[in-house]
């Protein structure tokens, strides 16, 4: 989780080189040896094209300029945070697929202030329309040094707000939406900070860096 303390970096972005293998010629191809960390803004689409251009919608990119990477999974368009995007169709199929149970973390802002028992039963889990959310990690943080959401979050005047985080190893649609909601406390701001040992480390809505290839 992000400290008051922390900034976030901005412009700095590593390169990488793709690994070669060897033919049985003995010549050096690249195979798909490129995994990236991207903060996707508030407002973007997780994909880089749109089939509805009337919609004028911004998609992924407008940030990242790298040839045959994929979002390995999704992030809602009115969500932020860390998107992981890479070249191999198996190292993407590995961090997508909730049968891996790669947990993920979210900072959540939402109306209300949940007490104990609240919290508690998004950790046992929750009953929604498709089924009982498995368990989760859920406690109550001080607001996080983030970066001012654009456009500002909407808030009711006569309702308090506070911040919890989440950390789910399952991967519903709008899952940590629906969860706050079943009890009662509906979510304002959703910034996922965290894919299992990959995380956003300071970098600003937009700013994208190679991490070490895991294979």
């Known amino acids: 989780m992000p400290r008051k303390s922390e900034k976030f970096a901005t412009g700095a972005r590593a390169r990488s080189s793709p690994r070669p293998v060897a033919r049985p010629d003995r010549k050096p191809v690249a195979v798909g040896t490129r995994l990236i960390a991207l903060n996707k803004p508030y407002d973007v689409l997780s994909q880089f094209t749109d089939a509805n251009i009337s919609a004028a919608r911004r998609t992924l990119s407008e940030f990242v300029a ?55 039963h998004l950790r046992r889990g929750v009953q929604l329309t498709d089924g009982m959310t498995r368990p989760a990690e859920a406690r109550r943080i001080d607001p996080p040094a983030l970066w001012p959401r654009d456009p500002p979050v909407r808030f009711r005047k006569s309702v308090p707000d506070c911040w919890i985080e989440l950390t789910i190893a399952e991967g519903r649609n709008r899952q940590v939406r629906r969860m706050t909601a079943a009890i009662g406390h509906p979510t304002l701001r959703l910034v996922r900070w965290r894919i299992g040992d990959w995380s956003l480390d300071g970098l600003a809505p937009g700013e994208w860096r190679d991490l070490p290839y895991p294979g």
């Not at 890479?86 to 993920?104: E, M, S, V, Y």
């Open 66 to 120: 790298v040839p045959h990477v994929y979002p390995a999974g999704r992030l809602d368009r009115d969500s932020e945070g860390l998107l992981l995007l890479t070249d191999d169709g198996r190292l993407q199929a590995r961090i997508a697929d909730p049968r891996f149970k790669l947990p993920k973390t979210y900072l959540v802002q939402i109306e209300g202030e949940p007490d104990a028992a609240a919290l508690d």
